[in-house]
């Protein structure tokens, strides 16, 4: 049975990296444990190191150590005319190629801190296909997921 796919944007990235608790890290556990696959793309790890480059500049190494651990797949930024096809899917420019990597990689969640462009408009899910929410949302989704999956490989097995 295929693993539960989410895509990290960069304020759930930073948050789990930052933070030894919460969504956003157990997120990142599930994946180092392989019990999910953590998904990014090159324009989120630019974001997360420039950040962290700019903020905290001593936890760099630990921000690429963890991604490594984690297993998380980076993807190669969506062609440019793909990104210009899909400029109706959000107010902020800047985040449309975060949603057409998470299309294209045909995740299951995308997992989001940032309401202001993606969690306050209902209709960039609904736009872009996608389902989006907080590492919180994700996690109560992929804990259920997980137990459905756990109760269906006991009843064929």
Do not use: C, Y
């Amino acid at each position: 049975m295929p693993k539960v796919d989410v895509f990290l944007d960069s304020s759930a990235l930073i948050a789990g990296i930052i933070s030894g608790q919460g969504a956003a890290r157990a997120l990142l556990l599930l994946g180092e444990d392989e019990k999910i696959i953590l998904t990014v793309s090159e324009q989120v790890i630019a974001e997360v190191e420039r950040n962290v480059a700019r903020k905290v500049p001593k936890a760099l190494p630990f921000v690429r150590e963890i991604i490594l651990s984690a297993n998380i797949r980076i993807l190669r930024d969506p062609p440019n005319e793909e990104v210009q096809k899909h400029q109706d899917w959000i107010g902020h420019i800047a985040d449309v190629p975060i949603l057409v990597s998470a299309r294209q990689a045909n995740v299951d969640f995308l997992a989001t801190l940032n309401p202001r462009h993606f969690l306050n408009d209902p209709e960039v899910a609904k736009r872009s296909g996608l389902r989006i929410g907080t590492p919180g949302d994700v996690l109560a989704w992929v804990r259920e997921q997980l137990t459905v999956r756990e109760s269906l490989t006991r009843d064929i097995g």
